[in-house]
């Protein structure tokens, strides 16, 4: 009788303050506030996955695509234009973090994106107490997520769906819970508009031996808009965030690209029934791009436990542009535009543009091959911010992101061999 009268408060004790740490983590809410506390399961997948989404906070519509938003919006990594894999770290605590990876691979020519990835909530020596006050065991607990999504994207329309599914698992003291849950998003984009519509990890239950708890599932609508300028590129969204545990809020965040290396960000984040007086919590980072990485970090106070800082690194590889601008401007193309070079089409058996001479054939080093207008000049507005000299020419219904043109092969390969120096990855065409 003695053992179950001091194991159950040592349970009990463990259990709620691994849910406080989970809850209030980010964003920031008063559980004494708050009905519905304790109700839900899971509670540790509303965290941000990911420094850039970390600092903004949340808003996926202030953010370039990357791996990280495969955790968030589904339909977001359809614009990923390279596979990257995705690493992250977040700490509170100094026995608390959350770590996350996650890899996205296009298939460019279904215009499908497949993205795995996975997270863990880890709360290390927790103490447990009996009646008297007295430490009888120190445990550790973890939240578990592995996450699915395959999105498609209509270059022409300018829209992505997708959808995402999520196993969970969770050690508590004792007992241990899993289930799963669904995402659905949608993403549109036209000239520099961009919005976001996503309902995230709903419909599931985690089961504790017989007792199922429902994940709090959200569900957000999102603007943004790409301010462009000479002296860098400023991203900013707004976001609505509802869920079924009353902490609906409104998120607004800001990435300013004020160097072809450098991203500043920066966010708030209010719950809508929150008093005037209320704290308005935040969240700040930098991001670092060089090729085909990138490092990022971000910082975001707390409340009741100590600041959370985030790193995350990444990398890109194959094909495409070293970063995809999907946001970025466009303009109509004329004749005069720079990035307008359209070539004619010599068909088989027609006659050549220039009478009595067969077309040389030359080697050009190309960025990727798209069927829509906009997105090409999109690219090349990438490629410029990198100071790679990108035109667009145009054959036909397609668009292509020249980088070079050269009459022999070897003076291709040798200036593709300095690109790839510098992080590129491109590919040289004979035609």
């Not at 970390?54 to 953010?63: E, F, L, N, R």
């Not at 077309?359 to 798209?370: D, E, F, M, R, S």
Request: glycine share 10%.
């Amino acid at each position: 009788m003695m053992r179950r009268k001091q194991g159950a408060p040592k349970r009990r004790l463990a259990a709620i303050l691994f849910l406080l740490l989970s809850c209030q983590l980010f964003p920031t809410t008063t559980l004494a506030g708050d009905e519905t506390a304790g109700t839900f399961g899971a509670s540790y997948l509303r965290i941000p996955v990911g420094a850039a989404l970390m600092s903004v906070p949340d808003v996926v519509a202030a953010m370039d695509p990357d791996g990280s938003l495969a955790f968030s919006n589904p339909a977001s990594i359809a614009w990923v234009s390279q596979s990257c894999v995705f690493f992250s770290r977040a700490t509170w605590l100094d026995e608390l973090s959350l770590n996350a990876a996650g890899a996205v691979v296009p298939f460019p020519k279904y215009d499908l994106a497949l993205s795995l990835g996975s997270r863990i909530l880890y709360a290390g020596q927790l103490k447990g107490f009996d009646n008297d006050g007295e430490v009888v065991s120190e445990d550790s607990y973890y939240g578990l997520a592995l996450s699915s999504a395959l999105s498609k994207k209509f270059q022409r329309l300018g829209l992505s769906v997708g959808v995402g599914a999520t196993y969970m698992r969770e050690h508590l003291p004792v007992e241990v819970g899993d289930g799963v849950t669904m995402s659905f998003g949608a993403s549109y984009e036209r000239n520099n508009h961009h919005i976001d519509i996503f309902a995230e990890d709903v419909g599931g239950d985690i089961s504790f031996e017989g007792h199922d708890y429902p994940v709090d599932g959200r569900y957000a609508l999102g603007y943004g808009y790409a301010f462009n300028r000479r002296s860098g590129r400023l991203d900013v969204g707004t976001q609505a965030m509802f869920s079924h545990s009353k902490l609906n809020r409104v998120q607004l965040g800001a990435a300013y690209h004020f160097h072809r290396f450098f991203i500043f960000r920066g966010g708030f984040d209010r719950p809508f029934d929150a008093p005037e007086t209320a704290q308005l919590p935040f969240g700040a980072g930098l991001g670092f791009r060089y090729g085909t990485m990138m490092l990022d970090y971000a910082f975001a106070p707390q409340e009741y436990f100590a600041s959370t800082h985030t790193f995350s690194v990444g990398f890109s590889f194959g094909a495409g542009a070293a970063r995809s601008a999907v946001m970025a401007p466009v303009l109509e193309p004329t004749a005069s535009s720079p990035e307008f070079n359209p070539r004619p089409v010599v068909k088989s058996g027609s006659s050549s543009p220039n009478p009595g001479r067969e077309p040389k054939t030359n080697y050009a080093i190309v960025a990727g091959v798209h069927s829509r207008a906009e997105s090409a000049r999109a690219e090349v507005r990438a490629l410029r911010l990198l100071k790679v000299p990108a035109t667009m020419e145009t054959v036909g219904n397609r668009f292509t992101v020249v980088i070079g043109r050269y009459k022999t092969l070897e003076a291709a390969n040798s200036a593709l061999e300095g690109y790839e120096k510098q992080g590129h990855r491109f590919q040289v065409e004979a035609n």
